[in-house]
């Protein structure tokens, strides 16, 4: 390994061969989906950020959890309002800490919605559990609009 | 690449909110995304899966980016744990296989992504020299790079040229691409130095 890659006229076309051929397989549906999702960007809801996972502690500890497969806890915390999510069956169940009414939205990365009402405690219930791409939009009484990042189960 | 200054405008106008910065931003980067989902063998539908969710994530991140810089690599570790992730929903009832040689602990992550992030660079600085070459040296290295190999006989029918002249100018056009600012910077050093793998042969030197 004496030469560099760059000093041999073999190596280096091979190189360039690479570099062209790796850039002309990404299909453009691929970029197309990427610029999409700068529809996504929203600045006036403040972003509830993950906090916590309980798949995080069932991947750590491998196989020592009772629980059966199917709960799923989630911890989001914005500056005035926690989100805390949890699956459970068929259904996500969804609590706003404060306590306190309201409405969110569960928004899919397709562009689809679904609304549902937080009641005087701040629970909320949807069926059946989302799939693919999704976050909780959430606007409260009080006038407080989060959003949650990301979710994808 | 890291200090890119092309990147930083743009990481700074995109989170000013201008689709044509952010588009840029995907045009240059998906190729690195997509070629970590390559290395994972995920199936086309978990590719896109991948790229979406990190390109959403990115949206999010973006403004709290402080270092503009810092972009591509925080591009390759999100991939690559979105791809891990995708990995592990479709092994839920395999648990046996969910240490794959790609699931490494966080020095080595660290490592590996390193690595693609030097590969993504390279490449990246030799398709934006490749771009600006002349259109003769183009045309003539995409024969010549053609997959199985065009006989001389039939680069020199193409492009009027005679055969004699096809390896001097081959020799000539790979000079130039050599001596485009963006290669030259690559090879005066990279810069994304290896230095964390210099560490890590040290340590295992030292034990």
Redesign the interface.
């Known amino acids: 390994m004496t030469g560099?890659w760059?000093d041999d006229?073999d190596q280096?076309?091979s190189?360039?061969?690479?570099?062209?051929a790796?850039?002309d397989?990404?299909p453009k549906?691929?970029?197309e989906?990427?610029?999409a999702?700068?529809t996504?960007?929203d600045?006036d809801a403040e972003?509830a950020a993950l906090t916590y996972d309980s798949a995080n502690d069932a991947?750590a500890g491998?196989?020592t959890r009772a629980e059966p497969?199917s709960l799923r806890c989630l911890t989001f915390d914005a500056s005035q309002l926690t989100i805390e999510l949890e699956i459970i069956g068929d259904a996500l169940h969804g609590q706003l800490v404060p306590p306190q009414p309201g409405e969110v939205e569960i928004r899919h990365?397709d562009g689809t919605s679904g609304a549902a009402r937080v009641n005087d405690v701040g629970y909320f219930t949807a069926t059946p559990v989302p799939t693919g791409?999704f976050r909780i939009y959430c606007h409260t009484a009080s006038d407080i609009v989060v959003q949650t990042?990301?979710i994808?189960? | 690449m890291r200090d890119d200054p092309t990147v930083i405008a743009l990481v700074a106008r995109a989170t000013e909110g201008e689709q044509t910065a952010w588009d840029e931003i995907v045009e240059r980067f998906a190729p690195l995304v997509w070629s970590i989902c390559r290395r994972f063998r995920l199936s086309e539908a978990d590719m896109y899966d991948v790229g979406q969710n990190v390109w959403l994530r990115l949206v999010e991140y973006l403004p709290s980016l402080r270092e503009p810089a810092a972009l591509p690599g925080w591009l390759a570790t999100t991939t690559r744990r979105e791809c891990l992730r995708v990995q592990r929903s479709g092994w839920r009832n395999e648990r046996q296989l969910a240490q794959t040689e790609l699931d490494l602990p966080a020095d080595e992550e660290t490592t590996q992504v390193d690595q693609w992030l030097i590969a993504h660079e390279r490449e990246s600085a030799l398709r934006r020299a490749f771009a600006q070459l002349g259109e003769r040296c183009q045309q003539l290295l995409a024969l010549l790079m053609r997959d199985p190999p065009m006989p001389y006989a039939a680069i020199s029918a193409d492009l009027g040229i005679p055969i004699g002249s096809i390896g001097p100018s081959r020799a000539r056009c790979l000079d130039q691409l050599r001596g485009s600012p963006h290669v030259a910077a690559l090879i005066d050093g990279p810069a994304i130095t290896t230095g964390r793998e210099g560490g890590r042969d040290r340590r295992m030197v030292g034990r």
């Open positions: 560099a760059w006229d280096f076309l190189a360039v061969k690479t570099a062209l790796t850039a397989e990404v549906r691929f970029v989906i990427g610029k999702s700068f996504w960007r600045i972003l991947l491998a196989g497969a990365a791409t990042d990301w994808s189960l």
